[in-house]
């Protein structure tokens, strides 16, 4: 299996080291693309290592014209997963925003299976806007991980920390 997976700017960034390193293992390619902000958690050299492939942060970085890398990204893969997926990240989507390379490869990836991992503060997860989103994706085929409750890294307890990786990898294999 070919597998997108996207990582945005989420403290649980780095539980997808553990997801990207355990689907590398079980032998299949991992296209990672992080969010400016993901990689201000995790850095790209750490998926690269993990994956032994290129990962991907900027839309118009390293320019190539015989490749339109967000289209082919999004071609050459079998299922997407974003982990984690914060509140901007699932309005963009929900609003059909693609100003970035993740927004944009997953936009190009449509009607593919996409699986949707959100992370963030218990008060955020619950916002209806942030809940009509999640709806409106669902609606359009997205699927979502749901999230744990428990301690979130601002100290709250509540639904919102990322669902553990066990249950996101099989979730992925379930999607296939």
């Not at 355990?22 to 990689?39: M, N, P, Q, S």
């Amino acid at each position: 299996m070919r597998l997108l997976l996207g990582v945005t700017g989420s403290v649980a960034a780095y539980k997808a080291a553990e997801l990207a390193n355990r689907f590398t293992k079980d032998g299949h390619e991992v296209d990672v693309i992080l969010t400016r902000a993901a990689a201000l958690f995790v850095t790209p050299l750490t998926f690269q290592t993990l994956t032994r492939r290129k990962v991907y942060t900027d839309l118009f970085g390293g320019f190539d014209a015989t490749d339109v890398r967000h289209v082919s990204l999004a071609q050459g893969a079998d299922l997407a997963l974003i982990a984690p997926a914060t509140a901007n990240l699932i309005g963009k989507l929900a609003g059909g925003l693609a100003d970035d390379m993740l927004t944009t490869v997953l936009t190009a990836f449509y009607p593919k299976p996409a699986l949707i991992a959100p992370a963030m503060n218990t008060a955020m997860y619950q916002n209806p806007i942030v809940q009509g989103n999640i709806a409106k994706l669902a609606g359009f085929g997205y699927r979502f991980i749901e999230p744990r409750e428990g301690r979130l890294a601002c100290g709250d307890c509540g639904k919102g920390a990322l669902a553990e990786t066990g249950d996101i990898v099989r979730a992925v294999y379930e999607a296939v």
